[in-house]
């Protein structure tokens, strides 16, 4: 298991930076950094998440879901890890969950400008049927209609997407710099993958669709 202080080189978690492994503060497992939230130590003991791992100190790893960190919390292993006493907030799973969503969104505008992403039904539904798509990400307030169809589309690739329906069409189209935006798909590759080891994180703590969209197969469940 590596050091915490082992330096970060590059500004996004990689695969290779996801598969070194933490020991979990509350469970004592080893795990990999993909599979787990990082926090430190701030101002008057708080407890601050670290998403992206690049703030100084030392860090302490809680595994990425709801129970994990509100058991860290209630069991007071923050302080244990850090042999000090700490101040965690009672909402420190809901911080954790709107970081995530955070970062995620802002992930989306960043791809847009570098050419990984593209939305509109028709777009979508080309890189769909091209077999390209790793994510599609739809609006949670958008038509089912058209959602339906592009599931019905991806069901005739050999590897289909992943869907994501956390973010209204309003986010959507500040996140990208464009409005209205309500089908979106997420082109497979480097800053897909990236973008996949937070959403995977995110499921920790809140669901990635409606109860709703529950449709069976494909329907963005892990599997």
Do not use: C, Y
């Not at 950094?33 to 101002?43: D, H």
């Not at 289909?160 to 189209?173: D, N, W």
Request: charged residues 25%.
């Amino acid at each position: 298991m590596t050091d915490d202080d082992v330096p970060k080189t590059h500004a996004h978690h990689t695969h290779a930076q996801a598969s070194r492994e933490r020991r979990d503060a509350v469970s004592g497992e080893v795990m990999p950094e993909a599979r787990l939230i990082r926090f430190v130590i701030g101002p008057d003991g708080a407890v601050v998440p670290d998403l992206a791992a690049k703030l100084p100190g030392r860090g302490m790893w809680v595994e990425a879901s709801r129970a994990s960190v509100d058991q860290a919390v209630k069991r007071n292993a923050f302080s244990r890890s850090a042999k000090a006493p700490l101040k965690p907030a009672g909402d420190l799973s809901d911080q954790v969950a709107r970081l995530l969503r955070d970062r995620l969104r802002a992930s989306l505008g960043l791809a847009r400008r570098s050419g990984d992403l593209t939305f509109g039904f028709e777009k979508a539904l080309a890189a769909i049927e091209a077999g390209k798509v790793s994510w599609m990400v739809e609006a949670s307030d958008g038509a089912a209609d058209g959602r339906r169809k592009l599931l019905q589309a991806t069901r005739r690739v050999e590897k289909p997407p992943r869907l994501f329906g956390v973010f209204t069409s309003q986010e959507l189209s500040l996140a990208l710099g464009a409005g209205p935006v309500i089908h979106l798909v997420f082109l497979a590759g480097r800053s897909a993958n990236r973008w996949t080891l937070d959403v995977e994180r995110l499921a920790g703590f809140s669901p990635l669709l409606p109860e709703s969209w529950r449709e069976g197969p494909g329907d963005g469940r892990s599997g």
